[in-house]
């Protein structure tokens, strides 16, 4: 089987800096990858090592998607080389954009079986690119995909909804957004670090791939802020132990929450 | 894995990468693996970095190191609940190449040297803990990581004050709570200009303090803090065996030192960015561990290579330069296709020639002159009454200084003897 | 035929009751988009639609999602100024779908809509709660509305409109559904959990969670935690952790026992009406993020609130 895997290098969440007047910097962060992107990343290698065939990982993104730590840690996954599509004017693309870029980038790799995406990235989680992408390559496309079983010619899916399980037959090619129960990522061994220094790697500028539609994009982001502080009461409850328990059971009560 | 290598590294803080970084370059095939997610993701340092071994490897390097500040402000302080008395040492002789010393932030400063090592050659392996040596008919041949082996001529245990591997190479024995320090360490931000005018400090110069006293709370250690470009970092390092003894909490003496009136308004306004606790070897010389067997080497603080002599805390030079003469070792091994211990022992031996050694002799009485209790209450108290006394202004007749001070060591009920050995003691010691 | 209307479309018939609400919130004026049994069609009305469309109904041959390409014609004849789309599973990839069929980027889970036809803000959470983000599209405003961001209209029933069926468009590929399997419900919901007991790192060991479930079980409470309890510690499952990237709560009453107060983990309580704090260090973040606070050892006080509870039942 043919497989591309897409994902996306993002800032931890965990990083975030709140200035003052509530602004948000990701300066001090540290790029990954993103946790559902892994587990796609693991779906793509666990098929091919069932059915045989390749997993070449692709992301699009700003120059830190090109890091040698990043490119290492990606390809220490399993894939089999990498793709990239690398211009810092990628840094805030929308999901749109995002995804005709990929599309372009996926033509011009070569025909696949399967394209595998994340239900979401890690920072932003709008759960969007790989149904998009799906519809602009033009291939059957489903999301919150729980389990593949390749066929002759296609793919069995659980879809994992809110109350059921759908089990649906998916011709190839397709694109499919798994959910985060798919599986559990492996950790990287030694042997796949070191070998991911050796595999191969494509890097493309905006020139090279020129996504369709050109570079619009169709939403603008007016503010990005820290949620506004609720005011609280703030007030301690003094006493020892079992005089302040006293007090506090007195308030609860009286919010009406006990 | 099928492939052997020329060596591996375990653990890429100072003295692995720096080994890493000395053996790519003389293009052997050495593998470094860190069990953090990147070199310095683990690391913690309540010291200065004495660059001059550094820039011997890589010269010049502070022009594209991530350091903080250059330090030619030294400040020791002798401290008690409500006082202090400090020393206040500053020298423009320390602000230039090649300096002196410089506050680092260790994440970002190992993970640079990572990166030279990488960049010179060295395989990078990232997040992976080694779990065991791999021994074969008794000897040391390499790795064990998880379900995984790899093979080399030679390991290099550059893995921390723990010293899991040297423990298990059969070079040393557990570490016990009498050698070992605990410290804790917030980094705590301030902008720029707050920390120039709070410290008196034009352009890239830095401050270093070492304070001992109320601290520790009468546990034996010290507190620290240096200057960084836009925070300061802060802390206690104390001996876990009196720590136990005393049977205090590491937080609780921290939090204590920080509100203390000589600190406080140093970090008054900052925001907590980072807060940690690490180990550090305390046993200087005594407590160092056989240095190599076959195949196999200990370098950096798995080798016990730290120097406190109440002036300077060190650690990160004398890893930088067991780091390099491991590799060197490494080198003159391969050249004669022997990485035995004997031929191996070029490692202890260029230590022995170099200051690494030559330093840890030097102060190897330091940690036990460091255990005098008096250090920790009896002298600072001393030293801030006797200031107080010539200071003050009262309706009481003042008298000169002499008489002062030996009243105020009267009333101290330190013996004059013990004064004048401890000081005798000190000043050859130290 | 631009106009103000703002369709509102959702597979659930609940959520697009609250859809529709929020549609008339926005503009005054809501058209409904109906897959399933015509008979949904009066019951959109009923809930305060003025116009419905029918895409027809859902068999195991013709699933929602095959309705996408009709969806996208009927949009694009009728250029509606927005489209709010219930954030199911369903509907986030009829939405994505949708999305690149009309050259626009859908914003998702959307919490605040404001702004005139042509200049629609909305408002959504990025960087796992860390974050507001307010975006504008260019053109059709077309987003992902979850549960509960809008509160339904009272219902109507004989409200009459017009209702269109829409002519179906075949689309090019359809997935063949071989079976559906139920799912075991899932073991814990802290979004909906009205009063939440919440263990932070001064817990001092794994075995002390008795003294937190005890609590609970008193409040009637459910069990969340902070992040290292459920991921470094694995002292807890993830679904019980709240913060970035965790749970939200909406909660009457959380109590945070040996929690700090960091942001990461805040981000999860602010829409909780009453918060309490635990925590012996006075200094913890928490206390400014909490409504009522003790400062003392949770070994203390929290068998001695366990202990008053008691006493009152």
């Known amino acids: 089987m043919n497989i591309v895997v897409c994902y996306k290098l993002t800032p931890d969440a965990e990083d975030i800096e709140v200035k003052p007047n509530r602004t948000i910097s990701l300066e001090k962060a540290e790029w990954n990858i993103g946790e559902y992107d892994l587990m796609a990343i693991e779906a793509g290698v666990q098929l091919v090592e069932a059915v045989g065939g390749q997993v070449s990982a692709l992301s ?10 990043a490119k290492k840690d990606v390809l220490s996954r399993g894939p089999d080389d990498l793709y990239l599509v690398i211009d810092d004017a990628l ?13 372009t980038a996926i033509r011009k790799r070569g025909p696949f079986d399967l394209v595998l995406c994340g239900e979401g990235s890690s920072d932003l989680y709008f759960q969007q690119v790989g149904l998009q992408l799906g519809e602009l390559l033009g291939v059957p496309v489903i999301n919150a995909v729980s389990r593949i079983m390749p066929a002759d010619g296609k793919v069995i899916v659980e879809r994992s909804l809110e109350n059921e399980v759908e089990v649906l037959e998916v011709p190839l090619p397709a694109v499919l957004a798994v959910t985060a129960d798919i599986n559990q990522p492996r950790l990287p061994t030694m042997k796949e670090i070191l070998k991911a220094g050796k595999k191969p790697v494509t890097e493309w500028t905006l020139a090279d791939v020129p996504p369709a539609g050109g570079l619009q994009e169709s939403v603008t982001v007016l503010s990005t802020l820290a949620p506004k502080q609720v005011e609280r009461k703030q007030i301690i409850v003094p006493g020892n132990p079992d005089e302040a328990v006293q007090t506090l059971i007195g308030y609860l009560s009286k919010e009406g929450v006990l | ?171 040393r024995e557990r570490i016990p709570p009498a050698h070992i320090a605990v410290g804790v360490k917030e980094l705590i931000g301030l902008p720029r200009e707050t920390v120039e005018e709070r410290f008196r400090l034009t352009g890239n110069e830095g401050t270093a303090y070492a304070i001992v006293g109320f601290a520790t709370r009468g546990v034996s250690g010290g507190g620290f803090l240096y200057t960084n470009l836009e925070s300061v970092s802060v802390g206690v390092v104390m001996h876990l065996d009196d720590l136990i003894r005393h049977n205090l909490k590491p937080g609780d003496i921290l939090e204590d030192f920080l509100a203390h009136p000589l600190i406080a308004p140093l970090i008054r306004g900052g925001r907590l960015l980072e807060y940690g606790a690490h180990l550090v070897p305390e046993a200087g010389l005594q407590g160092m561990p056989r240095l190599v067997t076959d195949g196999f080497l200990v370098v950096g603080d798995a080798a016990g290579l730290t120097v406190n002599n109440g002036l300077v805390v060190r650690g990160m030079d004398l890893a930088i330069g067991s780091g390099i003469a491991a590799a060197e070792a490494v080198l003159a091994a391969k050249e004669k296709g022997d990485f035995s211990a004997q031929g191996l022992s070029v490692y202890p031996q260029k230590l022995e020639a170099s200051f690494v050694m030559q330093d840890m002799r030097t102060y190897a009485n330091a940690p036990h002159f460091m255990e005098n209790p008096r250090l920790y209450a009896a002298y600072p108290q001393l030293a801030t009454t006797l200031m107080a006394q010539l200071f003050a202004q009262t309706s009481q007749p003042k008298a000169h200084i002499l008489p002062t001070l030996l009243k105020a060591v009267k009333e101290s009920k330190i013996s004059l003897l013990d004064l004048a050995l401890d000081g005798w003691k000190g000043v050859r010691t130290l | 035929m631009a106009d103000q209307t703002i369709w509102a479309f959702s597979e659930k018939p609940a959520l697009l009751a609250e859809l529709i609400a929020g549609a008339r919130q926005l503009s005054g004026a809501a058209a409904a988009v109906v897959v399933g049994p015509r008979a949904l069609c009066e019951q959109a009305l009923a809930a305060g639609a003025d116009r419905v469309y029918w895409l027809g109904e859902t068999s195991d041959s013709r699933l929602v999602e095959d309705y996408v390409p009709t969806l996208a014609a009927l949009v694009t004849e009728q ?78 029933p004989g409200r009459t409109g017009p209702v269109v069926e829409v002519p179906f468009v075949a689309p090019p590929w359809q997935l063949q559904l ?54 470094g510690l694995n002292w807890l499952p993830r679904e019980r952790y709240i913060g970035v990237s965790g749970a939200n709560l909406k909660a009457d009453l959380y109590i945070g026992i ?7 983990h ?43 509870l008691q006493a009152r039942k």
């Not at chain 1, 840094?91 to 599309?103: F, M, S």
């Not at chain 2, 370059?25 to 693996?33: H, K, M, S």
């Not at chain 2, 008395?85 to 320390?94: E, I, L």
């Not at chain 3, 040996?258 to 990461?264: D, F, P």
């Open chain 1, 60 to 69: 699009v993104g700003p120059h830190q998607t090109a890091a040698s730590k």
């Open chain 1, 91 to 103: 840094a805030n693309a929308d999901t749109h954009l995002t995804a005709r870029l990929l599309a």
């Open chain 2, 1 to 171: 894995m099928d492939e052997k290598f020329d060596a591996i590294i375990v653990g890429a803080g100072l003295a692995g990468s720096a080994a890493a970084y000395r053996l790519a370059q003389a293009g052997l095939e050495v593998v470094l693996v860190e069990r953090g997610p990147y070199p310095g993701s683990k690391s913690l340092s309540g010291g200065v970095l004495y660059g001059r071994v550094l820039s011997e490897l890589i010269p010049n390097f502070w022009d594209e190191a991530p350091v903080e500040r250059f330090i030619n402000n030294q400040v020791i302080t002798f401290m008690t609940g409500e006082a202090s008395f400090s020393v206040d040492f500053k020298t423009q002789a320390f602000s230039a190449p090649p300096y002196n010393g410089f506050s680092v932030l260790r994440a970002r400063f190992d993970r640079w040297l990572g990166e030279k090592a990488e960049e010179a050659g060295a395989m990078l392996v990232p997040g992976i803990r080694v779990d065991h040596l791999l021994r074969e008919d008794g000897r040391i041949v390499g790795i064990v990581a998880g379900d995984e082996e790899m093979r080399a001529d030679v390991v290099i245990a550059a893995d921390g004050a723990n010293a899991f591997l040297a423990q298990e190479a059969g070079l």
């Open chain 3, 79 to 156: 250029q509606p100024a927005a489209l709010l789309i219930g954030a199911t599973k369903r509907g986030k990839a009829v939405a994505g779908r949708l999305a690149a069929r009309l050259g626009t980027s859908t914003i998702t889970d959307v919490k605040r809509l404001s702004g005139e036809p042509g200049s629609y803000q909305a408002e959504h959470l990025i960087f796992g709660g860390g974050a507001v983000r307010t975006e504008q599209p260019h053109g059709l405003l077309l987003c992902t509305v979850g549960q509960a961001a809008f509160e339904p209209l009272p219902p109507e």
């Open chain 3, 178 to 231: 071989r079976e559906r399997k139920e799912k075991p419900p899932v073991s814990v919901n802290l979004a909906a959990a009205k009063r939440v007991v919440c263990p932070g790192r001064g817990l001092a060991k794994e075995e002390d969670l008795a003294l937190m479930r005890e609590l609970a079980q008193l409040l009637e409470a459910e069990i969340g935690c902070t992040r290292p309890l459920a991921e």
């Open chain 3, 258 to 264: 040996g929690v700090s107060g960091q942001v990461q």
């Open chain 3, 266 to 308: 805040t981000v999860g309580i602010s829409e909780a009406h009453v918060v309490v704090a635990i925590n012996k260090d006075k200094t913890a973040a928490i206390f400014q993020q909490a409504d009522y606070g003790i400062v003392g050892d949770l070994y203390t006080v929290v068998p001695a609130l366990i202990k008053a």
